[in-house]
């Protein structure tokens, strides 16, 4: 092993070191302050300092770096040539060429045995020449020789940690940086700084102004309040879903706090917020983690000013300590928790409560369940009135009251899996930034057309290099990609162009809002300057100020004199948001406020709900249903009728208070539009038929498999997973749920809808009530079709004989809770309109796809049509016949076309003797036209 390295930094004039340095004794003297520590101790410490080591602060000490270093007394022309200090920038004759210090490896074992000091023992964050003297005093000869270790026989070990915040003070390392990164106060005590360096003080964020609004949360607040003013267990445990709001909870306590609204037993008290992942940072020692968690609960329990203590996650708390071979940190809170000493918020998942606290009586009984859940629509609205203040203020932009309730209506009906307010406050904060962006940098529409003028450059390039050395003849590419790039080229520049427009007339529109708002312009929020946008952009617009206004002499321009000097700031506005209202009807780039607009926009892309589908009015939709499914749902205008005037009852909320949607019982043969009808209804009533829940009911033949639609009982395999009929609902509490061929499952199973056709929820297996009020049920059937073939000429009479047949498998009280639809079989007018709407579709997939003229015989639909009306299956013969009987002939054909290379001209459908044909002709040339035929 080398030798160590002892150094010592002289303080005399000369250079030399001292001849002795005075020691004091273990009481130590009064008044020695300097760098918070009598002489000796300094000195001592500077003597085991090394250049750049702990407790070198920048900033600190630089003259004693460049001072003349000296060897320790010991250390003198015999020692080993590590003993030696560069100085001066002068080689010792007794050191090597090189210059540099050869360090010694117990120099790492001094700094390893004073980090533990400094973290284990001592709390501390960071290793202070102080600590490394204290390590020194464990074991003296370890590390310095023996003359060097005489010199701090007059130092007591045992005084010096017990007083050493007392000590050391004043010290350079004492000084705590603030946020600029200059010294503001000084380093205390570890067991004074454990509330500080573990925890946040919420209450102080509510005094600074940094906590936003809480509304709506009344009744939870008053109920928190009553358990703290207990004299035990005085300890809430906040239960809710991820997003309703358990930590805002605790945000509006701490504002009732600080405003005074709250009983004098909790006035001037302190809301701490525990870092949980702070207090297991750096605690891999065992017993380290619960000796700072005691620690802390000491110093809550001890504190001159009332503590509560926040625990947000707290099911991380239990069993945080075991995981790393020490005691459950809950064991460690209940004794406390029990007396009323440690006054302790708790907030938690519904499924973490279940899983961590309920398992543990213990624990669940010393605190007070406060249950907290989804505030509805309306409520959502009036958290967003708010916060929209606080929006406005960060994103510098205006938000109307429709967008507010657009967000949380639009959220709460579309955004499955998260919960309100937290959803709707999401939306509506991209909805604000989005507007502000806009503001400023282009539409992501222009950012999209630019790509895509990139793409198609880099094609021309390629095809004209390819074009110019041979390798491609043939220009038909080359000129269809010339085409779509200049057609990209006038939709960039007539995108730009409205959008520059639009963002004239925005900007005037804000300028005169903030005037009539009475807002000063240096007050104002400045908007971005038009400068900074586009070099592209025209120089009327780089002429307009900061504020977004329009310049005197450009508004003049812009508006005749007569009426610049009479139309009102109120009337031009008017004028503004008239013009600008007409350019978005063609389309939306820039917006002066966030209004329902933006919200479906980003819902829209969030979901993949159509956008018209979002903006248009539910009541317009209602109310024209009938010709919307009678568009795509062809002979069943009785079916539709029906449908339509319960659906009309329900959406005026005229319905039975409690029940969903609708419940119906869709009756009749196969094949005549009953599914189809279902899938219509998902995309005109939720947006699309990701709204829709199908469940295959003949999958539940046996009366165990209802397990599957509401999840596993306790104690059983699957528990907690959740059923596949409630676990839908849940995700989605408005969308569509089709039961198909319902007649095909057990009875028992059915039991399970009574509830939620008659009272609007029902129960999974872990006991969760899962509301159905939003949701529209329809069940498929194939009973009594013999019957509703042959009343199907009298309507009246046909419902009177079909309620028997399906009361032998539907029981009574459940049959009276649904709407009984009959389908009627399809005539033949119908199924000749049907296979004119296929046979079109089939003509227009053609054409896009081969670019080719499509030629479709009469006899293909009669032949259609008598191969339909042979079977039983209605409209979904069609569909066999088309798919396996007319289209393989003709698929055929193509593929050889395709892999031929050839060029299609025509393709001709006709039917011979009941069997489908199919030919295609193809033009290699103008004069050369060759023909193919399959019969199949």
């Not at 709250?262 to 870092?275: A, E, F, R």
């Not at 031009?572 to 389309?587: C, F, G, I, P, V």
């Not at 449908?643 to 019982?665: I, N, S, V």
């Not at 042979?870 to 395709?898: F, H, T, W, Y």
């Amino acid at each position: 092993m080398s030798p160590p390295v002892y150094a010592t930094a002289t303080s005399t004039p000369s250079g030399h070191a001292p001849a002795a340095i005075p020691v004091f004794p273990s009481g130590g003297p009064a008044g020695h302050r300097g760098t918070g520590s009598p002489p000796v101790v300094r000195r001592a410490v500077s003597a085991c300092r090394t250049p750049g080591g702990a407790g070198c602060r920048s900033g600190s000490g630089g003259s004693a770096r460049r001072a003349s270093v000296s060897p320790l007394p010991g250390c003198g022309p015999s020692s080993p040539p590590a003993c030696r200090i560069h100085r001066g920038g002068r080689h010792s004759a007794h050191l090597p060429r090189c210059g540099y210090p050869a360090f010694s490896p117990m120099l790492v074992e001094w700094l390893k045995e004073g980090w533990l000091l400094a973290s284990a023992e001592m709390q501390h964050s960071e290793l202070r020449g102080g600590v490394l003297l204290l390590a020194l005093l464990h074991s003296p000869l370890r590390y310095i020789p023996p003359a060097a270790a005489r010199l701090l026989t007059g130092i007591n070990r045992d005084r010096l940690q017990q007083d050493f915040v007392q000590w050391t003070q004043e010290s350079a390392e004492s000084v705590v940086p603030d946020a600029d990164g200059k010294g503001a106060g000084t380093m205390t005590d570890a067991s004074d700084t454990l509330l500080a360096r573990y925890a946040k003080n919420m209450t102080a964020d509510a005094r600074n102004g940094r906590l936003d609004p809480v509304l709506c949360r009344d009744h939870e607040i008053d109920l928190m309040i009553d358990i703290l003013c207990r004299r035990r267990k005085n300890n809430p445990v906040v239960v809710g879903e991820a997003g309703v709001g358990k930590s805002a909870l605790i945000e509006g306590l701490a504002l009732r706090i600080v405003a005074g609204q709250v009983p004098d037993k909790l006035k001037n008290t302190d809301i701490m917020t525990l870092d949980l992942g702070a207090l297991q940072a750096g605690a891999s020692v065992k017993g380290e983690f619960e000796k700072r968690f005691k620690g802390l609960m000491a110093e809550v329990i001890s504190s001159p000013v009332p503590v509560i203590l926040f625990i947000d996650e707290a099911h991380t708390l239990i069993g945080a300590g075991n995981q790393q071979g020490g005691l459950d940190i809950s064991n460690l809170l209940k004794p406390a928790l029990a007396r009323g000493e440690l006054k302790t918020i708790a907030a938690t998942t519904w499924s973490e409560y279940k899983k961590y606290f309920e398992k543990d009586a213990a624990l669940s009984r010393r605190f007070q369940l406060v249950k907290v859940s989804e505030p509805n629509a309306a409520e959502a609205t009036i958290i967003l009135r708010g916060l929209s203040a606080v929006y406005e203020q960060s994103h510098g932009v205006l938000i109307d009251d429709d967008a507010l309730q657009a967000a949380a209506t639009l959220s709460e009906r579309y955004l499955s899996g998260r919960q309100l307010p937290d959803k709707a406050i999401d939306v509506l904060d991209t909805a604000c930034a989005r507007v502000a962006i806009n503001l400023s940098s282009p539409p992501k529409q222009i950012s999209a057309l630019t790509t895509l003028s990139h793409q198609q450059e880099a094609e021309i390039r390629q095809l004209e290099r390819e074009l110019r050395i041979g390798l491609r003849t043939d220009t038909s590419r080359m000129t269809e990609v010339l085409v779509q790039y200049d057609e990209t080229l006038t939709a960039l520049d007539e995108l730009e162009a409205a959008w520059h427009q639009q963002q004239t007339l925005v900007r005037e529109i804000i300028a005169l809002r903030q005037q009539l708002l009475g807002v000063a312009e240096d007050d104002a929020a400045p908007l971005p300057d038009a400068d900074t946008v586009e070099d592209t952009q025209p120089e009327s617009e780089s002429e307009q100020d900061n504020t977004g206004a329009v310049p005197a002499d450009e508004a003049d321009r812009e508006q005749p004199e007569e009426t610049a000097e009479t139309v009102s700031p109120v009337q031009r506005l008017a004028q503004l948001t008239a013009e600008l209202d007409a350019l978005h009807n063609d389309r939306l780039l820039v917006s002066p406020h966030v209004d329902k607009k933006q919200i479906a926009a980003v819902i829209a892309e969030w979901t993949g709900v159509p956008l018209n589908r979002l903006s248009q009015n539910e009541m317009s939709v209602i109310t024209d249903l009938t010709k919307w499914l009678g568009d795509t749902i062809k002979g069943q205008d009785l079916a539709i009728a029906s449908l339509h005037k319960h659906l009309l009852t329900a959406r005026a909320d005229l319905r039975r208070p409690g029940r969903p949607l609708g419940a119906f019982l869709l009756a009749g043969p196969s094949g005549v539009g009953k599914t189809e009808t279902v899938l219509q209804l998902a995309e005109l009533l939720y947006g699309g038929r990701q709204y829709l829940t199908t469940i295959n009911m003949s999958e539940f033949q046996e009366k165990h498999t209802v397990s599957r639609l509401i999840g596993s009982p306790p104690g059983y395999v699957g528990y907690g997973e959740g059923g596949v009929l409630t676990e839908a609902i849940r995700q989605k509490p408005y969308s569509v749920v089709l039961l198909d061929e319902v007649e095909k499952a057990h009875p028992d199973v059915l039991n399970l809808f009574y509830q939620a056709f008659d009272k609007g929820e029902m129960a999974d297996g872990e006991g969760r009530l899962i509301d159905c009020k939003n949701i529209v049920f329809f069940l498929t059937s194939n009973l009594g079709y013999q019957v509703i073939v042959e009343h199907a000429d009298d309507p009246e009479t046909m419902q009177e004989v079909l309620y028997p047949v399906l009361a032998d498998f539907f029981k009574p009280a459940l049959l009276a809770r649904m709407e009984v639809v009959p389908y009627l079989p399809l005539s033949k007018e119908t199924l000749a309109t049907i296979i004119a709407g296929k046979l079109a579709r089939l003509d227009n997939v053609l054409r896009s796809r081969f670019g080719a003229e499509v030629v479709i015989e009469p006899e293909v639909t009669d032949e259609i049509m008598s191969r339909v009306t042979r079977a039983e299956n209605g409209a979904r013969m069609l569909e066999s016949v088309i798919d396996g009987d007319m289209l393989p002939p003709l698929s055929l054909l193509l593929l050889q076309k395709m892999a031929a290379n050839t060029a299609i001209a025509r393709i001709r459908l006709s039917a011979v003797d009941g069997a489908f044909t199919a030919d295609v002709e193809d033009a290699q040339n103008d004069e050369s036209v060759t023909k193919d035929e399959t019969v199949l």
